[in-house]
């Protein structure tokens, strides 16, 4: 079956620092993958997805490629901000377009 | 604003009583699901729903019944509550193969 690995946390870096956030996959064909974010109290929301190999997602700074020949979407910043503290969440969809498959989650904190 | 929305956001039970959790979404969306989030856990699904009219069992059914009332009504039901079942439930709704919206969750608290 899919399968998604997160890098664990919790991930601690101070404000401006540069962030990666490992995001590996194991899935047949060719799924969709997605990072979603987890402000406090609040439910996940999509922040970037790609849909096909060499694919770059981007949005608020972050950025990811999907990248098929290391099955991997890792989740990078180049400086991150105290508001980017969150956990964030890799996914798939597999290429059936069946359910989601979302990795444990990563725990970022920034300090000022 | 379109998207997900939860009720209630917050509760606390009793051992033994029960409840429902309603979730509505106004995208029209197909599938529908709900999750569990427990600290250090992820996310664990219980029940979705691929469209009205159709239920399936995730992870963790064990306690917990739904109920696709309509394309944009998806309830989950606890009939005897137990302090294991406190967590932090999100309902989520999504087009075929496409990202999911997730509702901003509902805090149960089971003493």
């Known amino acids: 079956g899919n399968s998604v690995t997160q890098m664990e946390g919790p991930v601690t870096l101070s404000e401006e620092a540069f962030l990666t956030i490992n995001c590996t996959y194991t899935?047949?064909?060719?799924?969709?993958l997605f990072w979603y974010v987890q402000y406090p109290g609040e439910g996940l929301q999509l922040l970037l997805k790609a849909t096909k190999a060499d694919d770059k997602g981007s949005n608020k700074g972050f950025e990811a490629t999907y990248r098929k020949e290391t099955t991997s979407f890792h989740l990078e910043k180049g400086s991150v901000q105290v508001s980017d503290s969150a956990v964030y969440f890799c996914?798939?969809?597999?290429?059936?377009?069946?359910?989601?498959?979302f990795g444990d989650g990563t725990t970022l904190t920034v300090k000022p | 604003n379109a998207g997900v929305t939860q009720t209630p956001k917050f509760q606390v039970l009793k051992t033994g009583q029960s409840m429902t959790l309603q979730c509505a979404q106004d995208?029209?969306?197909?599938?529908m699901y709900w999750y569990r989030q427990d600290p250090g856990m992820g996310l664990r699904l219980i029940y979705y729903?691929?469209?009205?009219?159709?239920?399936d069992k995730g992870e963790v059914p064990n306690g917990y019944n739904v109920s696709r009332l309509n394309k944009r009504e998806f309830s989950l039901r606890l009939e005897s509550a137990a302090p294991s079942q406190t967590s932090v439930y999100f309902c989520?709704?999504?087009?075929?193969?496409?990202?999911?919206?997730f509702g901003s969750g509902t805090r149960l608290t089971v003493v």
């Open positions: 899935a047949t064909g060719y799924p969709s």
């Open positions: 729903s691929a469209s009205e009219g159709t239920t």
């Open positions: 995208m029209n969306h197909n599938s």
């Open positions: 989520a709704s999504s087009e075929h193969g496409r990202s999911y919206t």
């Open positions: 996914a798939l969809i597999g290429a059936n377009a069946g359910k989601s498959t």
